[in-house]
């Protein structure tokens, strides 16, 4: 739950009662089932490479003045296990060569797409995030990441809307998406819309924050037959703004190239 600066009007949203999908069941064997589509076993060890990481990157945080989870950033969230866990998961089993994300923060997500990357010997991320307008904050973005792997990651200062397209049409074709910026179905779509085209087959798309808008749920919808997931967050401590105190976020795959 990572969000740049056009991002965060979604949480003042969902403060506000912010009318939420009319489908907001998460799928309870959510991690099982992405598995499955991956066609790798679960329980997968590359999971408990996880758990090992998160306490040391969220303690790290904590060292530096941080509690990560919701209202950690200037007000917004920044640490949710399930969300991060499902794009390590991803980027272990996908062995992507380009990922993108949108919205940064704290940098949680980055640092383990980041670590993911590494220990899979390839790849590189590129995350567009729109900072702060006070200066005071710009020292807390990406600090999750701490300097690691700078031969990996590409920080892009400014909107999705005037980066992604151009980011995208540089790169041609991406492995993994995750959509962390502005949480507006209106934006949503316009990422995940250009995202979709630039995607190859087999990769993966990841939407945090899917009950804060239909963004989610209309483009599923217009693509019918796509395997998607609806994940329930864990977020560090409970986020009141939300139904469920957690929130939820999405997962979508796009169907591989059989040849024979």
């Known amino acids: ?52 990481l998160w306490p040391e990157v969220i303690e790290g945080l904590e060292r530096k003045g941080v509690r990560a989870g919701p ?11 399930a969300l991060v866990r499902s794009i390590w ?6 062995q992507p060569g380009n990922v993108v994300e949108t919205g940064v923060a704290h940098g949680v997500t980055s640092r383990f797409i980041l670590e993911a990357l590494d220990r899979n010997g390839s790849g590189h991320l ?16 990406g600090m999750a990441v701490d300097g690691r792997f700078p031969d990996r990651w590409s920080y892009i200062s400014g909107s999705s809307r005037r980066r992604l397209p151009e980011l995208l049409a540089q790169l041609h074709e991406i492995d993994l998406f995750v959509h962390d910026s502005l949480h507006s179905e209106h934006n949503v779509r316009f990422e995940v819309d250009r995202a979709w085209a630039a995607l190859r ?6 939407i945090d924050d899917i009950d804060a808008n239909r963004g989610f749920w209309s483009f599923t919808r217009s693509l019918p037959g796509l395997q998607s997931l609806v994940c329930e967050a864990e977020p560090l401590h409970p986020d009141l703004r939300r139904f469920n105190k957690k929130g939820l976020f999405g997962v979508i795959l796009k169907e591989p190239n059989h040849t024979n």
Not at 126 to 141: F, G, K, N, T, Y
Request: charge should be positive; charged fraction near 25%.
């Open 1 to 52: 739950m990572k969000l740049g600066r056009h991002s965060k009007t979604a949480t003042l949203s969902i403060a506000r009662g912010l009318r939420r999908p009319t489908y907001t069941r998460p799928d309870a064997d959510w991690e099982q089932r992405l598995h499955r589509l991956l066609g790798c076993p679960y329980p997968c060890k590359v999971s408990s490479e996880f758990w090992a």
């Open 126 to 141: 590129w995350s567009i995030d729109h900072p702060p307008l006070e200066p005071e904050w710009h020292e807390q973005i």
């Open 71 to 81: 209202l950690s950033f200037k007000g917004w969230n920044d640490g949710d296990a």
């Open 89 to 94: 998961c991803l980027t272990r089993h996908l």
């Open 201 to 206: 087959p087999g990769g993966a798309v990841v």
